[in-house]
């Protein structure tokens, strides 16, 4: 059944889907959610080109590190075109073996998704670090509303 023009549900499974992928520690499943020809930017600004790259890289990463797992919040979606659309979200992480956000770690998200095919996919994931600079009350506003999207799924 096809979506129904400008439904956001799609846009905010993919995007579920690409943090809970993350979460799993699986590059196969994270990189079946983006495109061939996808762009993506990470948190320390490395940049991955298509599925296949970020398949590799992660697979490499996750094989060589203890990764922190995502909570993210969408704040909003907006569609350019009926096969593209932008969702925009923050997102925190919490550190293995540990309970709470890790405030250094919270990020501002980006994805530009597409559909090809009847697919949504990740054209673009950008994650950007959400310093805040000279702004503390900002960082920690953030930071209590990822706590409590935390409690949310983590009762």
Not at 26 to 35: F, G, P, R, S
Not at 127 to 138: S, W, Y
């Amino acid at each position: 059944m096809p979506d129904k023009p400008n439904d956001e549900t799609p846009i905010r499974t993919l995007y579920q889907s690409i943090l809970d992928a993350w979460n799993r520690r699986n590059a196969a499943e994270y990189a079946a959610l983006v495109a061939e020809d996808g762009d993506l930017i990470g948190f320390d600004g490395s940049t991955m080109k298509g599925s296949s790259e970020v398949e590799a890289e992660l697979s490499r990463i996750f094989a060589d590190h203890q990764t922190a797992a995502y909570v993210g919040i969408v704040r909003r979606v907006r569609f350019l075109e009926p096969e593209v659309a932008v969702l925009h979200a923050v997102a925190g992480m919490v550190q293995p073996g540990k309970s709470d956000i890790n405030p250094p770690t919270n990020a501002i998200q980006m994805l530009v998704a597409e559909r090809r095919d009847g697919q949504w996919r990740a054209a673009v994931f950008q994650n950007t670090p959400a310093a805040f600079h000279g702004r503390p009350e900002l960082s920690e506003k953030l930071t209590e509303e990822l706590r409590q999207a935390l409690r949310s799924v983590r009762p």
